[in-house]
């Protein structure tokens, strides 16, 4: 068996592993297909605050039940799952009252605990779900980062009717967009190249706002009866932490999303004067991950929209190398495993 290590920031190299048994509650999957995240990219570059080295990367994976554990049931031997990749400590206050995505010993699956861009993975049976009829692996692979924008969503409490703002239109951005779409509210999304600005129009956001390189005037503006119910930052830095305050309407709620790596100075009176809401928001939980594969299921997040390109287990650092390069127009690359691999979909 063969799996790709982290070894530290910027050194990743590949180390073969014997064939795992499943323990107890545990089965082991024969991975199909893994997405590599902005997070994995960051880890690989050293900016990512919460990673333990040397780790396996991979967390948004799907694969096939191939062992079960000597108490799981065996049916499930063969079924096609996808994995939420946290594994929670089960015992803390947030754990009992059934938040467990914020878990005060939380490990993730690719951070703190090997992940998935190996050949087989040993998980416990209770973080796998099945995955649905017409969801291929691909699709499954996609489950996690969707459920990252569908926690964000119910976070913020919009409803239908609602109007968003949704800050960087990246894979999550986007996913907020699909899953805000569904539910019937407005999106607008502000992004930073005319590119990711008409792709965001593609994925069906209503409107799509350029700010930064652009030379001052016109661009930039915000209409001024926008009436955002919730702002969404997903992007990480100092100017788009302070543009989404700055942008949501008074009332309104500022959710964060984005992994920063520093801390950020803002102008906090903004929050207090406007009474704003600000809200972090920290993957999901296993409702999040069931509407998600609702979601894939019923075509409002179409894995071909999403993946952009994939690469086979043997060219991972390619796969991070294009998500890297500010030249290569990318969404979400997958691995994928056996079959024929192909770089373009
Ligand atoms: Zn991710
Ligand atoms: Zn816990």
Redesign the pocket.
Known sequence: MKRVVLEKPHRLSYENYGEQVPGPGDVLIEVRAC?I????VHAYLGKHPFVKYPVTPG??FSGEVVAAGDDVEPGLLGSRVCVEPSLACGDCPQCRSGRYNICENLRVLGFQADGAMCERITVPRNRIHLLPQGVDFPGGALA??AA?GIHALARSGVRSGSGILVIGGGVVGLMITRAAKALGCRVTVVENTRERVGRALGFGADEAILFGEEPPGKTGEMPADAGFQAVFECVGKPETMELALRLAPRGSTVVVLGVFSQAVPVQISLVQDGELNVCGTLMYTGEDFKRALDLIAGGVIEPDDFITQTVGLDDVEYGYNMLIDPETPTVKVLVEFGGGNKSDR
Do not use: A, W
């Not at 995240?37 to 994995?40: E, K």
């Open positions: 997405g995240c902005g997070s994995d967390h948004e996690e980062p990252v």
